[in-house]
């Protein structure tokens, strides 16, 4: 007889829905640690049925490369995404990214940092000589003037624009854990709070068709409308909504917790300072100086690895998949918890600490012990992207001001599709 892997006793027919739903992160920790069987255990979820979390280097490593026809993206990504690079599997995945690929080529993104910076420089400009900013809502709007100016090829109104901003914050709600344990046909706040961001993103896509910047992304998919990618106006708008949820807010947050380390960790904010003091000095962020700031690459990664912005990628299963002596039936949900890997302490000594200087000399650890940006072919189109993006917004914060944290307490995470501050992300700064 075939065995699973272990699903603890959870109350009638809720099951573990409560505690899942309340508090994430802890719940799923507390499980694995004190049920789990080869780094995966089972939860019953009302809505789901069974779901599994694999919380293991070995998990990724044949879900996304040695095996990547075990598991599939499921009916979320589906209902929310149609057609776009991020929901689509096997031959429409593979036609999208070549399309796409040559628009996040290391070298292509060199072409984009310069609009970047302007992009960095003329909100930093707005920031008030001291003062406290919300970092979380600061960056959120730095990111989306990014991918607006670069990818989509229109350059946003500093103090405006808000209807768009705010539809572009609204894609996240979909994937809160309150909706995660509902079918997807089920009409929550969250999601209909999604339905109506997207469709003025759509809107918008429409009206870039015309406008837009022809060197953009927008540009170039309407100029192949009709041909093998993209055949409709439809697959155009879905990609260039779903451009918007990947890589608006991921990088938003990753840059708010960037920001909240430095300013609490006064040791390795000290050396980022003096690096970027004598690499960068007073003038832009030069292409050049961005290939000489190692501290803030480890910063970056430490960040990365402590608060992944995508904590947890949810898939189903398409056929048995072995963990140890048990297996995960096909058609089976599972989520690839992230942060549960990239927080554990058989791969990190000190797991919840941060510690950018474990980057100085890399340990001899599972490769796939860290993968904020996925594994394999499917890891994230956008890396490239995301990471030169990250190191020219915090050089220029740290070039042109000090930094501090106006809260007491730590500051805690909580998941929907990606990891949430919770609270107020209160950023003191006072330009230098």
């Known amino acids: 007889m075939t065995r699973t892997p272990p699903t603890p006793a959870g109350w009638p027919l809720l099951g573990h829905t409560v505690g899942f739903a309340a508090e994430p992160f802890q719940f799923v920790a507390d499980m694995l640690a004190n049920h789990g069987v080869d780094s995966t255990v089972g939860l019953d979820l009302l809505g789901i049925g069974r779901l599994y979390i694999l919380a293991h280097p070995d998990h990724f490593e044949r879900a996304f490369v040695t095996e990547p026809d075990a598991i599939s993206k499921g009916n979320e990504f589906d209902?929310?995404?149609?057609?776009?690079?991020?929901?689509?599997?096997?031959?429409?995945?593979?036609?999208?990214?070549?399309?796409?690929?040559?628009?996040?080529?290391?070298?292509?993104?060199?072409?984009?940092?310069?609009?970047?910076?302007?992009?960095?420089?003329?909100?930093l400009d707005e920031w008030p000589d001291e003062g406290t900013v919300s970092a979380e809502g600061e960056m959120k709007n730095l990111t989306l003037d990014v991918i607006f100016a670069t990818i989509l090829g229109r350059e946003l109104e500093l103090d405006g624009d808000e209807r768009m901003r705010t539809a572009a914050d609204g894609l996240n709600g979909r994937f809160a854990p309150q909706s995660w344990v509902?079918?997807?046909?089920?009409?929550?706040?969250?999601?209909?709070?999604?339905?109506?961001?997207?469709?003025?993103?759509?809107?918008?896509?429409?009206?870039?068709?015309e406008t837009a910047d022809r060197e953009s992304l927008t540009a170039r998919l309407a100029d192949a409308l009709g041909t093998e990618y993209p055949?409709?106006?439809e697959s155009m708008e879905n990609q260039l909504v779903g451009m918007i949820f990947a890589g608006h807010e991921t990088t938003a947050l990753a840059l708010t917790f960037a920001l909240y380390a430095l300013a609490t960790n006064p040791e390795p904010y000290e050396r980022a300072v003096e690096e970027v003091s004598r690499v960068v000095g007073d003038g832009p962020v030069s292409t050049e100086a961005l290939e000489n700031l190692p501290v803030l690459e480890r910063i970056i990664k430490e960040t990365l690895r402590l608060y992944p912005p995508v904590h947890t990628l949810p898939r189903e299963t398409t056929r048995p998949f072995s963990v140890g002596?048990?297996?995960?039936?096909?058609?089976?949900?599972i989520h690839l918890s992230i942060i549960r890997v990239q927080r554990d302490e058989r791969w990190y000594d000190d797991p919840d600490e941060f510690r950018p200087e474990r980057w100085e000399k890399e340990r001899d650890r599972l490769r796939y012990a860290y993968v904020p940006f996925g594994a394999g072919p499917r890891s994230c189109l956008g890396r490239a992207f995301a990471l030169t993006e990250a190191k020219i917004v915090l050089a220029s914060v740290l070039r042109d001001f000090h930094l501090d944290w106006d809260r007491d307490e730590p500051l805690d995470i909580t998941p929907e599709m990606t990891t949430q501050p919770v609270g107020d992300t209160p950023l003191v700064v006072r330009r230098r």
């Open 79 to 123: 209902a929310a995404f149609r057609d776009a690079i991020i929901a689509v599997e096997g031959e429409e995945w593979r036609k999208q990214r070549n399309e796409l690929d040559p628009f996040f080529h290391w070298d292509r993104v060199t072409e984009y940092a310069p609009v970047m910076r302007d992009q960095v420089e003329r909100r």
């Open 325 to 333: 002596d048990r297996t995960i039936p096909a058609e089976t949900d």
């Open 182 to 209: 509902l079918p997807s046909w089920v009409p929550t706040p969250s999601r209909r709070r999604f339905d109506k961001s997207e469709q003025i993103l759509r809107e918008e896509v429409r009206k870039l068709v």
């Open 231 to 233: 055949k409709t106006v």
